[in-house]
């Protein structure tokens, strides 16, 4: 069955940074588009970054841009957020994700705790 298990989260000051992890098992990983979403607290779920499955072509939430880079090693069935610059409002849960589209269902991690506060 598909796993998407994330690593990586804790407490950084502001300015600081994190790389999230997330280890997929279950289906042919290079063929899928993996995405990081993140629910702030008492917000609605909201994606963050995108990257394809071959190409490696990536997409950023405007908030992000220019600070996170999403990137991912099919060799290894990981994908990677790397997170610089972060800010008090970067703190959520952070969630990988995958969309099969062969059974129309999106599959989600457990989700990693990020806190930015000094």
């Known amino acids: 069955q598909v796993q998407l298990v994330e690593s990586g989260g804790g407490l950084v000051q502001p300015g600081g940074s994190l790389k999230l992890s997330c280890a997929a098992s279950?289906?042919?990983?290079?063929?899928?588009?993996m995405s990081w979403y993140r629910q702030p607290p008492g917000k609605e779920r909201e994606l963050v970054a995108r990257?394809?499955?071959?190409?490696?072509?990536?997409n950023y939430a405007d908030s992000v841009k220019g600070r996170f880079t999403i990137s991912r090693d099919n060799a290894k069935n990981t994908v990677y957020l790397q997170m610089n610059t972060l800010k008090p409002e970067d703190t959520a849960v952070y969630y990988c994700?995958?969309?099969?589209?062969?059974?129309?269902?999106?599959?989600w991690g457990q989700g990693t705790q990020v806190t930015v506060s000094s």
């Open positions: 994700n995958v969309y099969r589209s062969v059974v129309a269902r999106d599959y």
């Open positions: 279950g289906f042919i990983f290079s063929s899928y588009a």
């Open positions: 990257i394809s499955g071959v190409g490696g072509r990536t």
